[in-house]
């Protein structure tokens, strides 16, 4: 496997389900994000993990709930879901969080398709 | 904050028409620009990068070129193919991290 991989691509909850999304990345980065993507809404992004402690958590309800038990590895873990977090959940990776005036280049995998019942 | 608006679609063009895509941002400081192509069933790619005014990037015969005095970086390509068909993110940087804009899509026609 190369670059970033999600499990599983698709996935159909109830709102009382308890479920997990997985993340893996194979690049050696040491930073990795978990975004949102609705239809017609910008990408939204839910939590950065920088050396797999979390650094950034964008006002996201308690029913997801990341972890992060190594740089290699994101998940992001589900619970009592509403149907309008049904959309595309992207993880990413980057070499670093912080770039200075640089930039830190970002590398997606191809997501997981929610859809909350 | 920081911001980033770009036209809305659907773009649908003919192959071998010439695209522009739209994209004007707001922004405190001075942000490297990007634009990420997403294509079916796939996660975002990163197409091309601007770091800094008058940067041209370039990339698979798209170029976009950061306008600082009009605060714009605008995608274009010359002559569309039908594998370009996707969606287009405009996005921005302050180094720490990225505003994307709604996204673009771009439907090509044989």
């Known amino acids: 496997e190369t670059g970033v991989t999600q499990t599983p691509r698709h996935l159909v909850m109830g709102m009382t389900n308890k479920k997990s999304l997985k993340c893996e990345q194979h690049?050696?980065?040491?930073?990795m994000y978990w975004y949102k993507q609705s239809a017609k809404k910008p990408l939204e992004l839910m939590f950065v993990?920088?050396?797999?402690?979390?650094?950034e958590n964008n006002s996201v309800p308690s029913r997801f709930s990341p972890e992060c038990p190594n740089s290699s590895h994101l998940f992001l873990h589900l619970h009592t879901l509403q149907p309008e977090d049904s959309a595309l959940y992207l993880c990413?990776?980057?070499?670093?969080?912080?770039?200075?005036?640089?930039?830190?280049?970002?590398?997606f995998g191809p997501g997981t398709r929610l859809t909350v019942l | 904050g920081d911001s980033v608006t770009q036209m809305e679609g659907p773009v649908t063009l003919s192959e071998e028409a010439f695209l522009t895509i739209n994209c004007t941002y707001t922004?405190?400081?001075?942000?490297?620009l990007f634009w990420y192509v997403q294509y079916p069933g796939e996660g975002l790619q990163l197409l091309l990068k601007?770091?800094?005014?008058?940067d041209k990037g370039s990339n698979k015969g798209f170029e976009a070129t950061y306008r600082k005095e009009t605060t714009s970086f605008h995608l274009e390509k010359g002559s569309v193919q039908v594998s370009d068909s996707a969606v287009y993110f405009c996005?921005?940087?302050?180094?720490?991290?990225?505003?994307f804009g709604a996204g673009t899509i771009l439907r090509v026609k044989s």
């Open positions: 601007a770091t800094k005014a008058d």
């Open positions: 996005a921005l940087s302050d180094g720490n991290k990225l505003v």
């Open positions: 990413a990776s980057s070499p670093s969080r912080f770039s200075g005036r640089g930039y830190n280049e970002q590398f």
């Open positions: 690049l050696g980065h040491n930073a």
């Open positions: 993990y920088s050396l797999e402690e979390r650094v």
């Open positions: 922004a405190t400081g001075y942000p490297s």
